[in-house]
């Protein structure tokens, strides 16, 4: 083998890490396996341009692979960790170089040497996230041996900082919309809650009589009764016939206040002061002589385990 002319740095010269918290921040950026950017694109042809060389990949480093975001001049996605050079690269203090991968032990025998692409020249600049973990490098590949000038070196650091850039802002744009949905579900939350609020506390609904519209206190109410395409409204003064469905009017009456006693009958709690048998007997009106007479509602034994669940039984 020949020797080399260039020393590549020691593996003892490069920064040690912790993988778990490294392969941590990598996760947080969402970024692996994502489709191709215009912004990283450009990039990697920029350094392609700059470095003069017909190979250039953004590469991020997992725990298995190296997975390039941009790539040019190289038609695979991604490949295994164990031949990446991009796996030294990244823990280098500066630009890591190999001028001639077959003069260094390390590559010489290296698939990617040995085969397509042919990897001779390498040059590397680290992605470091602002905490310091290393995540992959900008880099550029020739297949002929070669050596950066000190302005390429520096053009590639700049580079590797403008991926970083844009990494970060796309973390925080995603970051951004997680926020924003979650603060769009606590709204929902918010106005499912306000809606229910408004549904269990209305106070009055409207009936439509002769055509006009009557409003009716829903404290006035002592039973709704189902007579087939009609409803009666029986309040403590009158009697109020609307067309419409037990469906439709249950929905419009304060949930706290009233029961579905029947299929045909809906009740106001607080008009119930007996219940016998099968049977729910309702304060009734006084008509200014007489007692009241207590008003008799049949319940169904479908519905009397929901009502005396919702009455304080003692």
């Not at 341009?49 to 390039?68: A, H, M």
């Not at 590639?156 to 970051?175: F, G, K, P, S, T």
Request: hydrophobic letters at 40%; glycine letters at 6%; one cysteine or more.
């Amino acid at each position: 083998m020949k020797s080399p002319k260039f020393a590549t740095p020691t593996d003892a010269s490069l920064r040690q890490v912790n993988e778990a918290d490294r392969l941590e921040s990598l996760q947080s950026y969402q970024v692996l396996d994502t489709a191709p950017e215009q912004v990283f694109n450009d990039i990697a042809q920029l350094a392609a341009f700059i470095c003069g060389t017909p190979i250039s990949l953004v590469s991020l480093i997992d725990g298995e692979r190296q997975w390039f975001k941009a790539r040019v001049g190289l038609n695979v996605q991604d490949t295994p960790r164990e031949h990446a050079f991009c796996q030294y690269a990244m823990r280098a203090n500066n630009v890591y170089e190999v001028r001639d991968a077959t003069a260094d032990a390390r590559f010489a025998d290296n698939p990617l040497v040995t085969g397509e692409p042919n990897i001779r020249f390498y040059a590397g600049a680290p992605l470091l996230s602002p905490e310091g973990q290393p995540l992959g490098t900008l880099c550029a590949i020739d297949t002929i041996p070669r050596e950066l000038t000190t302005d390429q070196r520096d053009a590639l650091r700049i580079l590797a900082r403008q991926v970083m850039a844009n990494l970060e802002l796309r973390r925080i744009r995603l970051q951004l919309e997680d926020e924003r949905q979650k603060l769009e579900g606590v709204l929902r939350m918010a106005n499912n809650v306000s809606d229910n609020i408004y549904i269990n506390t209305r106070a009055e609904i409207f009936v439509k009589q002769d055509q006009r519209l009557v409003r009716v206190p829903t404290a006035d109410l002592q039973y709704v009764e189902a007579l087939g395409d009609y409803v009666n409204l029986h309040t403590i003064r009158e009697r109020l016939t609307m067309y419409g469905t037990m469906k439709d009017l249950e929905t419009k009456l304060p949930v706290r206040d009233f029961a579905r006693v029947h299929r045909k009958y809906i009740v106001r709690l607080d008009r119930i002061v007996a219940i016998e048998g099968d049977v729910a007997l309702l304060d009734g009106v006084r008509d200014g002589t007489a007692a009241r007479t207590a008003v008799r509602v049949p319940i169904g034994s479908s519905y009397k385990a929901g009502l005396l669940g919702r009455l304080n039984l003692v």
